[in-house]
């Protein structure tokens, strides 16, 4: 009886243990599931900001800055680095430099081992970022650290992208020797690499430079080189530029039918053109020309056309070009008191350049740099598609948390269920040995008061009845009811005192209103309980013990 406890208690145990691997497993899987999400969830925004960055800036910065807590909460660097990058492009863009600043060189920090293409790209925001804020020194630092890593990577094509940046820092400081040097070098290396583009804008970039330093021939020369190029590659707002630029140098060169043509043929392909900056620019030079013409009501009929544009657009390089050609204006009609206040104006606004590297290398450049790695930017569609992905995963992540209590609770139930079917089990078998042990008892009694009758009624010694006494009971003490027989429950034990009576099958069917596949099913635990061959012999271990049923 205990050997069977024991082996029923460790069967409880087992699945005890099953069902707490089981629970630990669903959790581990739950909690891989929600960190599937997350991740999801961050790669959605990455898309999203992927989209929304040139179309809506504003709404993909809220989106970078949002993310990075929970980047930083799941420390998944890639998307904390994607975000840092990010965010401080575009708090440059908005003006925030101080923040971009703290933003880029928090990121640096996460990078250290990054590849050093994405290593670079960094340094290059912080350079555009210092740039903008006027901290030159700074700026050419960071694009040299770019310009050094794509070196040991041997990169040329970026290698000539940040010479070109470190030569419009030097350019926007005046340093006309020292930019020279840089452009000629990026220009080399385009030249080498056979990026026709890029040497386009290195020839343009040569020529803005020789017309800051007055140099016009070799100005109009880079230009001419870029304009063909440029003409070969079918790229409207391009041409345009070289044409103004070609127009203003001829002004300078008092060439004025030559900058006529060029500045009309540039105003012509305004349809074609969706840069406001050098449209204004365009206006305001054909503005210039007409002023040299003595023509002042098409000048200042120009002018307006190209202050109005600036205004519109925040061009503040062709806002301080207007204001002075208003003043010229106002001074070539008489008027020297608003000759005056336009002349203040001007030299209220910062100087600048217009030059390639200015406009497309320092800014609009570095975005498609990495733009170009993407290959492409991703469609409004394929995000609002994401977005959806992104709520169906969500939903499949609260469906499998109820799945995963649901089951647990099963689990649990199942184990209490079982407990309680083996503890009802255990209660019938005691009941069916106890039931078992009362009945021999009484036939044991029943024999003791025969023999008791029948020794008063014999006449003999009292040593003669011990003996005989002996006689009787030495054999009932040497039967004990075995361990199989009290492991038999109530209705086996009952099935085979029937059986000893040499009942069939169906006569143990219809007596105990059973069917005969039950009776073989109880036939088949008797002989394996009692490890019986067959019928005989669990009949004969029936008549040994007088397990008798009535009938």
């Known amino acids: 009886m205990m050997k069977k406890n024991k082996v029923i ?4 145990l087992v699945i005890l243990k099953v069902a707490f691997r089981q629970f630990i497993l669903m959790l581990f899987v739950f909690f891989g599931q929600l960190l599937i999400a997350q991740n999801n969830s961050l790669e959605n925004d990455k898309l999203a900001v992927d989209t929304l960055f040139f179309s809506d800036p504003n709404k993909a910065l809220e989106i970078s800055e949002n993310q990075l ?12 680095t994607y975000f840092l990058d990010q965010a401080g492009e575009l708090n440059r863009k908005a003006g925030n430099y101080d923040k971009a600043i703290a933003q880029l060189h928090q990121c640096l920090k996460y990078k250290v081992n990054w590849e050093l293409k994405d290593l670079s790209l960094t340094h290059n925001n912080l350079g555009k ?11 050419i630092f960071h694009f040299l650290e770019a310009l050094k890593l794509m070196e040991i990577d041997n990169n040329l094509m970026g290698q000539g992208f940040y010479l070109n940046n470190i030569a419009a820092v030097y350019d926007l400081q005046h340093n006309y020797e020292k930019a020279l040097e840089y452009y000629h070098q990026s ?9 026709s583009t890029g040497v386009a804008a290195s020839y343009t970039n040569l020529g803005i430079t020789y017309l800051n330093l007055k140099e016009y021939e070799k100005a109009l020369f880079y230009n001419q080189k870029a304009y063909t190029i440029y003409h070969q590659l079918g790229s409207p707002s391009k041409i345009a530029r070289t044409l103004n630029n070609m127009g203003e140098i001829n002004l300078k060169l008092k060439k004025d039918s030559e900058a006529f043509y060029y500045l009309n043929k540039a105003y012509s392909m305004d349809s074609m053109n969706d840069d406001n900056y050098l449209r204004t620019n365009i206006i305001s030079n054909l503005g210039r020309y007409y002023l040299k013409k003595n023509n002042t009501d098409s000048a200042m009929y120009f002018t307006k056309i190209a202050e109005s544009m600036a205004l519109c657009s925040k061009a503040f390089k062709n806002l301080k070009d207007v204001y002075l050609l208003k003043s010229e204006i106002a001074k070539s009609q008489g008027d020297l008191e608003n000759a005056l206040i336009f002349l203040y104006t001007h030299i209220s606004y910062n100087d600048s350049l217009l030059n390639e590297a200015n406009i497309y290398a320092v800014s609009e450049m570095a975005a498609k740099y990495e733009h170009e790695k993407k290959l492409r930017i991703i469609s409004e569609a394929q995000l ?4 959806k992905e992104q709520q169906i995963e969500q939903q499949k992540t609260n469906i499998f948390y109820g799945i995963g209590i649901s089951v647990l609770f099963i689990v649990i139930s199942i184990v209490f269920v079982v407990l309680y079917f083996i503890k009802q089990r255990n209660s019938q ?12 008892n009484k036939k044991l009694e029943q024999l003791n008061f025969t023999v008791k009758n029948q020794l008063d009624t014999l006449q003999i010694t009292l040593e003669e009845k011990e003996n005989l006494l002996n006689n009787i009971f030495s054999k009932p003490k040497t039967i004990e009811l075995p361990p199989e027989l009290l492991a038999l429950s109530k209705r086996e034990m009952e099935v085979l005192s029937y059986l000893a009576l040499g009942w069939s099958d169906d006569q ?8 005969k596949s039950t009776v073989k099913t109880h036939l088949q635990r008797i002989y394996s309980k009692l490890s019986a061959r067959g019928r ?7 008549h040994k013990y007088d397990l008798l049923g009535e009938s």
Not at 429 to 440: C, D, F, N, P
Not at 508 to 515: N, P, Q, V, Y
């Open 69 to 80: 807590s929970k980047a930083f909460e799941l420390n998944d660097t890639f998307h904390i």
């Open 536 to 542: 005989t012999e669990a009949v004969s271990i029936a």
């Open 429 to 440: 078998l005691l009941h069916g040995q106890l039931t078992l042990i009362a009945k021999q």
């Open 9 to 12: 208690i460790k069967i409880n």
């Open 187 to 195: 220009l080399n290396i385009k030249i080498e690499i056979g990026d």
């Open 508 to 515: 143990l069917a219809e007596k105990l209103f059973i069917s």
């Open 129 to 139: 970022t210092y740039l903008n804020k006027g901290l030159y020194d700074l700026s």
């Open 384 to 387: 609002s598609i994401s977005e």
